[in-house]
């Protein structure tokens, strides 16, 4: 059973910085990719940042230059690190596992809440 525990968020004010982490249950290297995403009220979820395990990056738009992922494959564990945060960003963050074994499995962490204050 593939565990994601994510950590980190929080209230911060506008300007400020998060840092949220992701560790997993096993090795981070056996994913095929691990990612980010947010769902705020009456939103649908959307991806913030992925990391494939061959280190290639995909960051939405609306944060680029502002929040970045990285990965410590010996510590198991996916960064999100966050700056200028606005009140945008204001919302639940998840991490997200993917795997290919035979077909695509997507594992999911239990959410951590981010609020940006203006």
């Known amino acids: 059973q593939v565990q994601l525990v994510e950590s980190g968020g929080g209230l911060v004010q506008a300007g400020g910085s998060l840092r949220l982490s992701c560790a997993t249950s096993g090795s981070i290297v056996s994913f095929n990719a691990m990612g980010w995403y947010r769902q705020a009220p009456g939103k649908q979820r959307e991806l913030v940042a992925s990391?494939?395990?061959?280190?290639?990056?995909n960051t939405a738009d609306s944060v680029k230059g502002r929040i970045t992922i990285s990965r410590d494959n010996a510590k198991n564990t996916v960064y999100l690190q966050m700056n200028s945060l606005k009140p945008e960003d204001t919302a639940v963050y998840y991490c997200n596992a993917k795997l290919y074994s035979s077909r695509w499995f997507d594992y999911w962490g239990q959410g951590t809440q981010v609020t940006v204050s203006s």
């Open positions: 990391i494939t395990s061959g280190g290639h990056i």
